[in-house]
């Protein structure tokens, strides 16, 4: 069943950036999307890795390089309508939202559909790589609730042929960076291993659907010049907070596990014991890194 | 004097990405890179709009895309050495560091250079815009502290000639997203009035240099379909944990400025009362729009 397939982030091989299929089951070969009539191909645990955007949902928004997507249910596929609620916990809608959090990108394919400036003119095209920004949930036009996502083209939008939103043009163009967040299946593991338990404070942050929030923080950090490894090791859990203290300088965390504060960033104070399960062996020369080269005391 | 230059983020008008520059007169005088000799333009308070890479100093790593850029201090100009310690509060170094917690994009300019790949033959060429994606101290090449900067084109890039990292690209093409961080002048103002204390909890978050780590957390939110105001009305200081649950459907926050657990996410509690400082006047009407439109109950 094409729906039961294994999710695969990012472009498929072959499959570049604008290809055109007749029809679904073309797509569906092809691997870029799966399920034949699903919109979203994903689940709670994996994420979600593709979306076909086509006028099924009266209260979708195509704005070229944003779209506002409206979730899967409720939705009756005859007459578009909406006729009952939207749920965050449906499977496909809790994958788009998995894959926000976990920061995964997602495929997007337009099919033909009437008053739509972006779909093409007939049959389905690959249109890149987009990120779910951000979920939230209203009322849609026709008096139910609707789970809505913002997804953002990353990779493969044709500058010359994608809209920006004009009325925030100023606030972009002056206030907007990008920045990479990286979530691995190495990172998946480390954060499931804690149940999304800070492992410096033990704090759990609820979210929506009755989800924890955590982040994954690198020890030795990713790219050049420190080439740290995206490997469980040098992954700890960690609340946002302890996660940006770490990696501004705020804290120090001795070769014993024993965590503080940096003395560089004020007070000096020990904050406790990195917390450590069985199955998630800390590369101690990753922390010597932290110490020596990143923010010496 | 040109490096009291008011600090002007984004491209200047007219000084399109690839313009030639025969000297750093030309430079500032076109509004580019005030400064005649420094090679950041920038101070604590306001950030740094702007560097040059000329070769200036022999831990510099120009990859194109990125690049490992040292802080200013410390260096012998006639020899191009080492000779002192750099130090984070050095205004120049503090204004990179104040660029990268407020997301600040930084105008590159390549000076020529023997030995770069990525400079101009001769004179300056200013290339787009950088995000400061992380900073932090190691040992330079001629043992003395440096202070580094990661920074990333976000703007301005030719993916014709531009390098990216061979070994990190597997990791990149799979799990890379973008996040738009905005942080404006409404923004900073807001977490300023705080300084830096997160108006649900109180925390301060110590980072290096001694600064205090928040966010400015936007009530509705900005974008389409919400269009919330990028005004401090809008606008909360928070710690990243109560940013990310208020981004996420965590928190409930009344009309009396209690704040909630919000019930779809667990369990029920009331977490505490909006500390809300004189100057700072919320706009209930926004945090309405936030409990029936983005999460409601």
Chains 1, 2 share one sequence.
């Not at 926000?100 to 337009?110: E, I, K, M, S």
């Not at 920006?164 to 954060?191: C, L």
Request: aromatic share 6%; charged share 20%; net charge neutral.
């Amino acid at each position: 069943m094409g729906h039961m397939a294994r999710k695969f982030f990012g472009h498929i091989p072959g499959q570049p950036v604008g290809t055109f299929y007749p029809n679904r089951r073309a797509l569906a070969d092809a691997g870029v999307h799966p399920p034949l009539m699903q919109g979203i191909h994903g689940t709670a645990k994996d994420g979600a890795d593709s979306i076909v955007v086509s006028g099924g949902y009266a209260d979708d928004e195509d704005h070229g390089d944003f779209v506002v997507y409206t979730g899967a249910g409720g939705n009756d596929p005859s007459t578009k309508r909406q006729i009952a609620d939207q749920s965050m916990s449906q499977p496909n809608n809790a994958g788009l939202i998995t894959s926000q959090l976990a920061g995964l990108p997602v495929r997007l394919t337009r099919g033909a559909h009437p008053g739509s400036a972006y779909a093409p003119p007939r049959g389905f095209r690959y249109d890149g790589l987009f990120a779910v920004m951000s979920h939230w949930v209203d009322t849609g036009r026709h008096g139910f609730k609707i789970v809505r996502f913002r997804l953002e083209q990353i990779d493969g939008g044709d500058p010359a042929t994608t809209a920006s939103e004009p009325s925030d043009a100023q606030t972009y163009a002056t206030t907007t960076v990008v920045r990479r967040v990286r979530d691995s299946a190495q990172s998946r593991f480390v954060k499931g291993l804690y149940a999304g338990a800070c492992q410096i404070c033990g704090v759990q942050i609820p979210i929506s659907g009755g989800r924890l929030y955590s982040e994954g923080a690198h020890i030795r950090p990713l790219g050049r010049p420190h080439v740290g490894p995206d490997h469980k090791s040098n992954i700890l859990c960690l609340c946002p907070n302890h996660h940006a203290q770490l990696d501004n300088g705020g804290l120090v965390i001795d070769a014993d596990l024993t965590v503080r504060s940096h003395p560089k960033a004020g007070a000096t104070e020990v904050i406790g014991k990195l917390t450590v399960r069985p199955g998630h062996r800390i590369d101690l020369a990753n922390l010597e890194y932290l110490r020596e080269h990143v923010f010496p005391e």
